[in-house]
T-cell receptor
């Protein structure tokens, strides 16, 4: 049962253009969402997050949008740079209860930014 | 460098064997998490410890066990290994057990079972 899904295994974008990575979730208990970036031979690193009380969070070139009614979030990277080429994981958590800091991850999307 | 250290980085072993993966969290972090990433899969949550106590459990097999020691390092023990246990095993840490999600990950331990 995949509660967090990233339906695009890969995305290719030209340098300077916008990259849009999508993520869908099914569990209504999720109320905090994160994006992690992973380079080869490294562990995932935190990129940006959003609470369910917001619909947008911005940090420099990275913006995350949340559509709760559609159970959908997206990560926008503008402008894209070759150094952004990595695997991007969407993750979700349910704050409180017994879930604590447990994250549920999507399968990841490989982003390639061409010079 | 996330500050989370995992050893060994690579491990090759045979079916039926037992291995131990070790994790040292970031300085000051009390909570440790273990995740498994199999081929073409996302990270699957295995187990979480906070200050030596088990806090949350995911789909961790009975053949797997973990613990967190008084010095806060953690070990993940995998026994009676099967081919399907081949995966990347990540350890992550955070300051609190109920953080708003930001975990700091190690580089992972790649286990290959032949």
């Amino acid at each position: 049962d995949q509660q967090v899904k990233q339906n695009s295994p890969s995305l290719s974008v030209q340098e300077g253009r916008i990259s849009i990575l999508n993520c869908d979730y099914t569990n209504s208990m999720f109320d905090y969402f994160l994006w992690y970036k992973k380079y080869p031979a490294e562990g995932p690193t935190f990129l940006i997050s959003i609470s369910s009380i917001k619909d947008k969070n911005e940090d420099g070139r990275f913006t995350v949008f949340l559509n709760k009614s559609a159970k959908h979030l997206s990560l926008h990277i503008v402008p894209s740079q070759p150094g952004d080429s990595a695997v991007y994981f969407c993750a979700a958590s349910a704050i409180g209860g017994t879930s604590y800091g447990k994250l549920t991850f999507g399968q990841g999307t490989i982003l390639t930014v061409h010079p | 460098d996330s500050g989370v250290t995992q050893t060994p980085k690579h491990l090759i072993t045979a079916t039926g064997q037992r291995v131990t993966l070790r994790c040292s969290p970031r300085s000051g972090d009390l909570s440790v998490y273990w995740y498994q990433q199999s081929l073409d899969q996302g990270l699957q949550f295995l187990i979480q410890y906070y200050n030596g106590e088990e806090r949350a459990k995911g789909n961790i097999l009975e053949r797997f066990s973990a613990q967190q020691f008084p010095d806060l390092h953690s070990e993940l023990n995998l026994s009676s290994l099967e081919l399907g246990d081949s995966a990347l095993y990540f350890c992550a840490s955070s300051v609190s057990p109920s953080s708003t999600g930001e975990l700091f990950f190690g580089e992972g331990s790649r286990l290959t079972v032949l």
